[in-house]
């Protein structure tokens, strides 16, 4: 089995690093759209032209890339040429046995994530993010480093929460929401807005 990390930018390599950190790691090749080396931290890069020769049922990918809309239309390629989609989570992250984490999906080293949590497909959480529980991260939702997303909080597909960002219990975030770094989210948010600050209030996007 090949695990196919496409895109090898920094959250590439990073999630490059969460496998490495497994006890059985598999062999890794980055997939890129526009490489800019022929190999990334010991690893090739392929276009995803080539991948045809090396693609397959038995290989897996997950897609590593923050921005939510790349994220969507490249699981969704990569799905119609019969690859499977992989989950990558960091044996150094805290996962609540009571929590699930759907298929596609990447968990960073120091994230938590608490009982009764549950992510839909292809999300991420980068390390030191805290996600309470009873949370629910629909698909393509990102939450960056640090970001604390207390219990019974639910964020709309596409969602992203920037670093350091806190939303406070029970509140929702619709779909679409991007969430600037270090706010504060005490109302729920609706969809597609962008809101910053402490308290966070929307700002045209
Ligand atoms: C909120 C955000 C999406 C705005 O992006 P943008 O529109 O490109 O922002 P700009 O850099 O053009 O700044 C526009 C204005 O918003 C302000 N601003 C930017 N981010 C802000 C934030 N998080 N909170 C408060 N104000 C912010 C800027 O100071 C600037 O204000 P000014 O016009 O008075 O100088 C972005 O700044 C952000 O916070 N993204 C999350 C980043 C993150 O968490 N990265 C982690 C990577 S691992």
């Given at each position: 089995m090949t695990l196919h990390i496409v895109g090898a930018g920094g959250f590439g390599r990073e999630t490059l690093d969460a496998v490495r950190a497994t006890a059985s790691a598999p062999e890794v090749v980055f997939v890129d759209?526009?490489?800019?080396?022929?190999?990334v931290d010991g690893c090739p890069v392929l276009l995803p032209e080539q991948l045809a020769a090396s693609g397959g049922q038995r290989n897996e990918f997950v897609v590593a890339i923050a921005d939510a809309d790349a994220r969507r239309r490249l699981a969704r390629e990569f799905e119609d040429r019969g690859l499977r989609a992989a989950t990558v989570i960091d044996p150094r992250a805290v996962v609540s046995p009571g929590a699930r984490i759907g298929r596609g999906c990447v968990v960073l080293g120091q994230a938590f994530i608490s009982t009764g949590t549950v992510t839909g497909a292809h999300v991420q959480v980068n390390y030191q993010a805290s996600i309470g529980h009873d949370t629910v991260l629909e698909d393509f939702v990102t939450i960056l480093p640090g970001a604390n997303i207390a219990g019974n909080v639910t964020i709309g597909a596409g969602s992203t929460v920037g670093s350091n960002a806190a939303v406070l219990q029970g509140r929702r975030i619709g779909p679409s929401v991007m969430v600037g770094a270090a706010a504060l989210v005490t109302r729920d948010v609706a969809v597609g807005q962008l809101v910053v600050g402490v308290p966070a209030r929307a700002r045209e996007p």
């Amino acid at each position: 089995m090949t695990l196919h990390i496409v895109g090898a930018g920094g959250f590439g390599r990073e999630t490059l690093d969460a496998v490495r950190a497994t006890a059985s790691a598999p062999e890794v090749v980055f997939v890129d759209e526009h490489p800019a080396a022929t190999t990334v931290d010991g690893c090739p890069v392929l276009l995803p032209e080539q991948l045809a020769a090396s693609g397959g049922q038995r290989n897996e990918f997950v897609v590593a890339i923050a921005d939510a809309d790349a994220r969507r239309r490249l699981a969704r390629e990569f799905e119609d040429r019969g690859l499977r989609a992989a989950t990558v989570i960091d044996p150094r992250a805290v996962v609540s046995p009571g929590a699930r984490i759907g298929r596609g999906c990447v968990v960073l080293g120091q994230a938590f994530i608490s009982t009764g949590t549950v992510t839909g497909a292809h999300v991420q959480v980068n390390y030191q993010a805290s996600i309470g529980h009873d949370t629910v991260l629909e698909d393509f939702v990102t939450i960056l480093p640090g970001a604390n997303i207390a219990g019974n909080v639910t964020i709309g597909a596409g969602s992203t929460v920037g670093s350091n960002a806190a939303v406070l219990q029970g509140r929702r975030i619709g779909p679409s929401v991007m969430v600037g770094a270090a706010a504060l989210v005490t109302r729920d948010v609706a969809v597609g807005q962008l809101v910053v600050g402490v308290p966070a209030r929307a700002r045209e996007p």
